[in-house]
């Protein structure tokens, strides 16, 4: 197997905050993948919470405004296409979603996943990842929480 590093597929367009561009910079020029677990303590500052065969769980570094809880659950191999999820891997997926909603005993939320070119999911990394993600409705200030899909107008790449 070579040593050689292959440049991740970060899209800093879709970012959202100055220190998580700055972080998505430094995995681009190191050419490390900040979600394969051989590199998360280097990039992601929150710990893993439960471990599977093909996913873990840990807190999003940079959760969406107007969230109560968002955790992340995130394959441990490099997957990019949803045809990378096997049916024992998508079961295991569910099965972590549900032991995440017990553990931190919540009525409601939303599981969501992108995939696919960046320009479309409106991802930041392609590395296939659920998103768990919790309103905080108890809030004074409450908002909706918004999950983006597809890129700003003006940040869209166009392919040739």
Request: glycine share 4%; proline share 7%; net charge neutral.
């Amino acid at each position: 197997m070579s040593s050689a590093k292959t440049k991740p597929n970060l899209d800093l367009d879709n970012a959202r905050w100055p220190d998580q561009i700055a972080t998505m910079q430094a995995c681009l020029d190191n050419c490390e993948s900040p979600f394969l677990p051989q590199n998360l303590a280097k990039y992601h500052h929150l710990p893993v919470i439960k471990q599977g065969k093909y996913w873990y769980i840990t807190k999003n570094q940079w959760p969406y405004d107007h969230t109560r809880q968002h955790y992340l659950i995130i394959a441990n191999q490099y997957w990019t296409k949803l045809e990378h999820i096997t049916p024992e891997a998508g079961a295991e997926a569910l099965q972590l979603a549900q032991w995440l909603k017990d553990y931190l005993n919540i009525p409601g939320g939303a599981l969501c996943i992108r995939f696919g070119d960046t320009n479309y999911s409106g991802a930041t990394i392609d590395h296939l990842h659920w998103q768990f993600i919790v309103p905080d409705i108890e809030a004074p200030d409450y908002q909706r929480v918004h999950f983006t899909v597809g890129k700003k107008p003006e940040k869209i790449k166009q392919k040739h």
